[in-house]
């Protein structure tokens, strides 16, 4: 499958963004889709995923409550709705896909088990 994110720009500290990840190529709803974040001078980090048919999501602790992951299977969308932005969550936004049937919160957060990618979208908040 391929990825396609965007969404990012910059945006006030308290704002809000969609982001949104197409996939084509594949059958959307054979994947879990997530969302990880690079911040500069980190590593990736797991943000939010959800399950084939979207039954199941599952969030970060930093992004709980602030962050909603949803899916489109019928147009091969993963979103992803921020609200409350923070300096802190300035990173490149990444949606990835793995096709696995089961829902093991230590696979699907995990940056390694995922072998599809899309190329990053930036989210840069100001303070």
């Known amino acids: 499958v391929q990825l396609q994110a965007s969404g990012g720009g910059l945006v006030q500290a308290g704002g809000s963004l969609r982001l949104s990840c197409v996939g084509s190529?594949?059958?959307?709803?054979?994947?879990?889709m997530t969302w990880f974040r690079q911040a500069p001078g980190k590593e990736r980090e797991f943000v939010a995923a959800?399950?084939?048919?979207?039954?199941?999501?599952h969030y970060s602790d930093s992004v709980k409550g602030r962050f909603t992951i949803s899916r489109d299977n019928a147009k091969n969308t993963v979103n992803l709705q921020i609200h409350s932005l923070a300096p802190e969550d300035t990173a490149v936004y990444y949606c990835?896909?793995?096709?696995?049937?089961?829902?093991?919160?230590?696979?699907?957060?995990?940056?390694?088990?995922?072998?599809?990618w899309g190329q990053g979208t930036l989210v840069t908040v100001s303070s």
């Open positions: 990835a896909a793995v096709s696995i049937n089961a829902w093991h919160i230590a696979t699907i957060t995990t940056t390694r088990k995922y072998k599809y």
């Open positions: 190529g594949s059958t959307f709803n054979n994947y879990i």
């Open positions: 959800i399950s084939r048919w979207g039954g199941n999501t």
